[in-house]
């Protein structure tokens, strides 16, 4: 395992039913990296997920979590995972003080005076059983039992969806305090691009079971741009250009997406088109809706 | 030893029920303790019967959510904790025993071989219990298959021609078949992957889609009637209670054969009818799950309060009856072709089984809000006339009808009715909370 590495997989797939839900991914995970991960439904997220904390097993590759196949971690490798699922999974007759206590009981490293502080900060009702929670109040809960014990790997999946702008931007906060420990990971999910945009320092991208892309968020926003071409005659609406996602054409003028682009090919292209061409960069929500069409 | 103590804390005390029952239990026990007019461990039994009930089921609950795997050494904590359970009811009761013993003449108090065999014995009990209960907490369909592992032992025993079943059960054999029970529990609850949560309710979006997309056209009542009901039909209900009333009641006459013991028909005829009046229990909590679906249906029925109360009440009515009918038949059937009649009076016995069904489904709709105090009253009083007035009689030598209780149990249908329209009329909709969920 290479130095600072948390997770690594290779060849990963799972097949559920017939269907092929993971094809074959390759990916590292470091200590410090906050990596978001996006996908339309049915990408496989979650259950790339539930395949990387060893809910499910893989059906070919290999996962490795600390060094250890993530099917079969011990106690130890366990105690340095935090989890966050999708839908909360709690005890309705529980209160949160009592799922807090439950959870902080199996760790000898819990961290009260944290998730104290977090509970107080992000105004979770402890003292109310869970069923009577409203679910971002529901969520919350799940995240602090997922953090008092200040794992070393955070895995959230769509942490956030539940909560209020207010309550999501306190959430996002904490998310870098975590970040800025450099010997920490977190891997999360979201459809809240402009969050992931806020927080991530990485990103994956996944479509049909499939990671189409994966780095970092300032390389994406840079190898990902729109291009806008005017040009003296009509644009051929079959205009074929290296690496393109998406092309819109309106007589002279068209609109076009690209990927792995590069400033040194915008003086090549306008010489091919003979015509003007203005680079747009562009926000991770339209990045994301280009790769994904 | 932290998880231990709070499987413990959860198992006795987290719940306002399972401390009322823990102290009035324990202050019972020492109350006849004092008075000796019943043993002491009637009240240790009391004080114990939550946990013993459910820690099978909060073991499941504990085990299923995925962030439970992730928990160093988790499953086996939980499991240490679940055995702390077993073994402190267990030590209370054998502590409730010896109580009866304390200031008797040294020749009655029973030996430490006694108070050994009686720790073993109840251990092996709550430990099948306990099983048993987080087995069938998975579907009805797992509790069924543990009725029918609860009476393996006995029909094997009798099958191979062992003499004196019901002591070899309640001797070495029994503590064996619990030995192996545990250690196959044991292996395959810490190896297997996933522990699935309980799947008794239907989950509330399945629900909804299936009162939306039902094979049925849906008209509005028909949907409302498949929201309110978890996408049933007072007809499914019946039969399903109907299944479940035959299978009980099959086992009740089956196990004094089976385990050739010579049970009194008397007393098994009383277990017989006692079990069929648990059908006010169904009827309770239908109309209880009834009372907190309604609220979505306060803008898309069309209907006003008292309008909707009254569509409900119907619709409780004909649960109740499709619950009832089937039962009241196989009670006939068991009057006239089993000859296991009961020694009260038809008329009385038909009034005090129906007293309880009807209180219980008007308090189930008086859910629409709650007033602990007074729902709580209630609740004891709905109890307290079932025991006294069908149970008790049910199990008495000498026929002992009580009409005046069942009478007072009548009054008491009337003035739950009149509680639940009124709360009803003066629901405030908007903050009435769903019943909270396992899931």
Request: hydrophobic share 50%; net charge positive.
């Amino acid at each position: 395992m290479a130095s600072g590495q948390i997770l690594e997989a290779n060849g990963l797939t799972k097949t559920i039913g017939g269907h092929r839900i993971l094809k074959g991914l390759d990916f590292n995970v470091y200590r410090g990296q906050v990596i978001g991960l996006l996908g339309k439904n049915g990408a496989g997220k979650s259950t790339l997920m539930d395949v990387l904390l060893g809910f499910a097993i893989p059906t070919g590759g290999s996962c490795r979590v600390f060094g250890e196949d993530s099917a079969r971690m011990r106690a130890s490798t366990k105690a340095r995972i935090g989890f966050v699922p999708q839908s909360d999974e709690l005890m309705g007759l529980m209160t949160g003080a009592q799922h807090l206590a439950l959870a902080a009981s199996f760790y000898d490293n819990w961290n009260k005076e944290l998730v104290q502080r977090l509970a107080s900060d992000w105004q979770v009702p402890l003292d109310r059983r869970a069923g009577a929670m409203s679910g971002g109040e529901r969520q919350k809960l799940a995240t602090l039992m997922a953090l008092g014990h200040r794992p070393e790997l955070l895995v959230m999946d769509e942490p956030a969806s539940g909560l209020d702008p207010v309550a999501r931007r306190q959430f996002m906060r904490t998310i870098l305090d975590i970040a800025s420990d450099t010997s920490r990971a977190i891997l999360y999910s979201s459809h809240i691009v402009g969050d992931i945009e806020r927080t991530a320092s990485h990103i994956w991208m996944m479509r049909e079971g499939e990671l189409v892309w994966r780095g970092e968020l300032d390389q994406l926003k840079e190898s990902v741009v729109r291009l806008q071409i005017r040009a003296a005659q009509t644009i051929d609406p079959a205009l074929k250009l290296p690496g393109l996602l998406d092309l819109s054409v309106f007589g002279c003028t068209a609109t076009a997406t690209l990927r792995d682009w590069q400033p040194s090919r915008l003086a090549e292209l306008e010489r091919l088109t003979g015509a003007d061409i203005e680079v747009e960069p562009l926000g991770l929500e339209d990045i994301f809706l280009a790769v994904q069409a | 030893m932290k998880t231990v103590a709070q499987v413990l804390r959860m198992v006795f005390w987290m719940q306002p029920m399972q401390r009322a029952l823990l102290l009035f239990g324990g202050c019972l026990s020492i109350g006849l303790f004092w008075s000796g007019k019943a043993p002491p461990v009637v009240g240790v039994l009391i004080a114990v019967l939550l946990p013993v009930l459910t820690a099978g089921m909060f073991l499941r609950k504990l085990v299923a959510p995925r962030h439970a795997m992730l928990w160093p050494h988790g499953r086996g904590r939980l499991l240490v904790g679940t055995l702390g359970t077993i073994v402190v009811v267990t030590l209370l009761l054998v502590l409730g025993y010896g109580l009866e013993f304390i200031g008797a003449p040294p020749r009655y108090r029973p030996d430490t071989e006694t108070y050994a065999m009686w720790y073993v014995l109840l251990f092996v009990l709550w430990s099948q219990c306990t099983i048993s209960m987080f087995i069938a907490s998975r579907s009805p369909a797992w509790a069924l298959l543990v009725l029918i592992a609860w009476l393996l032992p006995g029909i094997v025993m009798r099958a191979i021609g062992a003499e004196d079943v019901p002591r070899l059960l309640t001797g070495p054999a029994g503590i064996a078949v619990a030995a192996v029970m545990w250690i196959v529990f044991i292996g395959w609850f810490l190896t297997v992957r996933r522990i699935g949560d309980a799947r008794w309710r239907m989950r509330e979006g399945a629900v909804a889609v299936n009162a939306q997309l039902g094979p049925l056209p849906a008209t509005r009542e028909i949907a409302m009637q498949r929201w309110l009901l978890n996408s049933g039909t007072p007809l499914s209900i019946g039969l399903q209670w109907a299944i479940a009333a035959i299978v009980l009641v099959a086992v009740q006459l089956a196990i004094p054969r089976m385990i050739g013991g010579d049970s009194p028909p008397r007393w098994v005829t009383a277990m017989m009818f006692g079990t069929l009046s648990l059908g006010a229990a169904a009827v309770g909590a239908l109309s209880w799950t009834i009372a907190k679906r309604s609220r979505w249906l306060w803008l898309t029925a069309g209907r006003s309060r008292p309008e909707l109360f009254g569509w409900c009440e119907q619709l409780m009515l004909k649960t109740a009856l499709a619950v009832m009918l089937p039962l009241a038949l196989l009670a006939l059937l068991m009057w006239y072709f089993l000859h296991s009649r009961p020694v009260l009076p038809p008329a009385y016995l038909l009034l005090a089984m129906v007293a309880p069904v009807l209180a219980a489904g008007w308090f189930g709709l008086m859910q629409i809000s709650r007033r602990i105090a007074l729902d709580v009253l209630a609740a004891g009083i709905l109890v307290a006339g079932w025991y006294f007035g069908l149970i008790l009689p049910l199990f008495g030598n000498r026929p002992d009808p009580r009409w005046e209780l069942v009478f007072a149990e009548l009054a008491f249908v009337v003035l739950l009715r009149g509680l639940a329209y009124g709360r009803w009329r003066a629901a405030d909709w908007p903050r009435v909370q769903p019943k909270p969920t396992f899931d």
